[in-house]
């Protein structure tokens, strides 16, 4: 089946406590990207790849890394969480950057900094 | 610089009702205009895509939207409510390098 698989799907961390959010999809799909949703304000995107070694920062990168390393795989990481990095985050990919093409989610990954 | 405004975080319909969720954009070049959908607990699933042609583009589960450029706008609407209907609604924009907008999302419910 064609999906986007992100882990973990919960997590509930402590400020400071280094963590990565996975994120792999099987389409072979050239573009990845990761969201935050918070309430009211929609999905913002955090940092993109357009493709494996090709990543570049989104609207709201402060605090987060990522790398490309593979094709499939492309992995949020959160050095030093703080608080106000608590939200739902959603990875997805698209074949190409047409930007015609469809974005595939993943479920999303819930994450709460205390 | 594109963007998106959803008009109404809340909408409330009755079963069997007509939905009408707004969405208006701005972009400097044509666009291509999404609607997707959130259910609980889950990511977002497409609904419908503009991309070039007709202007009423036919999605899954018998919503559809139109394009209207005059008024900068892509409204969704189905014409009878379902309960299963009942989940979040995303309007987006996108264009080069796959730069998408999300509008703030409209939490649609659907009353018995």
């Known amino acids: 089946e064609a999906q986007v698989t992100q882990n973990p799907r919960y997590l509930i961390t402590v400020t400071g406590k280094k963590l990565t959010v996975t994120c792999s999809q099987n389409?072979?799909?050239?573009?990845m990207s990761w969201y935050r949703q918070d309430p009211g304000l929609g999905l913002r995107q955090i940092y993109y790849?357009?493709?494996?070694?090709?990543?570049d920062k989104g609207d709201v990168p402060e605090g987060y890394k990522v790398s490309r390393k593979e094709k499939r795989n492309f992995p949020l990481i959160l050095e030093s969480p703080s608080p106000n990095q608590t939200s739902l985050y959603f990875c997805?990919?698209?074949?190409?950057?047409?930007?015609?093409?469809?974005?595939?989610f993943g479920a999303g990954s819930r994450l709460t900094v205390l | 610089a594109q963007s998106v405004t959803q008009l109404g975080s809340h909408v409330s319909v009755s079963e069997g009702a007509l939905v009408l969720l707004r969405c208006n954009y701005s972009?400097?070049?044509?666009?291509?205009l999404f609607w997707y959908v959130q259910y609980p607990n889950q990511g977002l699933q497409l609904l419908l895509k503009?991309?070039?042609?007709?202007?009423l583009v036919k999605g899954i589960n018998g919503f559809e939207a139109e394009f209207k450029k005059s008024e900068t706008s892509f409204h969704l609407t189905k014409p009878s409510a379902h309960m299963s209907d009942a989940a979040e609604y995303f309007c987006?924009?996108?264009?080069?390098?796959?730069?998408?907008?999300f509008g703030s999302g409209t939490k649609l419910n659907v009353k018995p």
């Open positions: 997805a990919s698209s074949l190409s950057t047409s930007g015609a093409n469809v974005l595939t």
């Open positions: 389409m072979n799909h050239e573009y």
């Open positions: 790849s357009m493709n494996v070694e090709v990543t």
């Open positions: 972009s400097s070049v044509p666009p291509y």
């Open positions: 503009y991309t070039t042609g007709a202007t």
């Open positions: 987006a924009v996108s264009g080069p390098f796959n730069k998408f907008y």
